[in-house]
T-cell receptor, first 110, second 113 residues
């Protein structure tokens, strides 16, 4: 049974810092991994999708990497801004199911 | 495309009442997911449809929950009778296939009193 873990559960950093969020999963037989952002009381916004054959994806200040063999993904946020404050969720897709981690709550202090 | 659209955004109902949540998929998508989010359990998959057919309903809590796809672009999730422990945020999501990017709606916050 696939299990997804995200560390840390919460993170507080000063504005401008580069940071890394971690996601690990137990079953490497995945189709893809997706990173989402969730603002309080809002839905999930897709940030990046990495297919199982890919090593990384980039969008603006965000870079996500995938190491399928070790069951790990990282989301790198460069030059963090207060507007980046949100909960970040990773989800792995094996067959059709998206299995979510419990998220990392990020606070970027001005 | 306006994305995945859910209605209502908020629903407050009394225990024992029937509740119907609605979801409009992104045009051309044929995979549909219903998820429930709570503080205690995070995001849980309730049911998955592919091409209007329910493929996996193992996450549906009990017989009080039912879901349908009357056509390729629309789905409902019904709870009857509702109970306070059903209080949660319910999301639907769609993707073009079962291995591509999933897009989520804004969710329905359900409160059963």
């Amino acid at each position: 049974k696939q299990e997804v873990t995200q560390i840390p559960a919460a993170l507080s950093v000063p504005e401008g810092e580069n940071l890394v969020l971690n996601c690990s999963f137990t079953d490497s037989a995945i189709y893809n991994l997706q990173w989402f952002r969730q603002d309080p009381g809002k839905g999930l916004t897709s940030l990046l999708l990495i297919q199982s054959s890919q090593r990384e994806q980039t969008s603006g200040r965000l870079n996500a990497s995938l190491d399928k063999s070790s069951g790990r993904s990282t989301l790198y946020i460069a030059a963090s801004q207060p507007g980046d404050s949100a909960t970040y969720l990773c989800a792995v897709r094996g067959s059709y199911k998206l299995i979510f981690g419990s998220g990392t709550r990020l606070l970027v202090r001005p | 495309d306006a994305g995945v659209i859910q209605s209502p955004r908020h629903e407050v109902t009394e225990m024992g009442q029937e509740v119907t949540l609605r979801c409009k998929l992104i045009s051309g998508h044929n995979s549909l997911f219903w998820y429930r989010q709570t503080m205690m359990r995070g995001l849980e998959l309730l049911i998955y449809f592919n091409n209007n057919v329910p493929i996996d309903d193992s996450g549906m809590p009990e017989d009080r929950f039912s879901a349908k796809m009357p056509n390729a672009s629309f789905s409902t999730l019904k709870i009857q009778p509702s109970e306070p422990r059903d209080s949660a945020v319910y999301f639907c999501a769609s993707s073009s296939t079962d291995s591509t990017e999933a897009f989520f709606g804004q969710g329905t916050r359900l409160t059963v009193v």
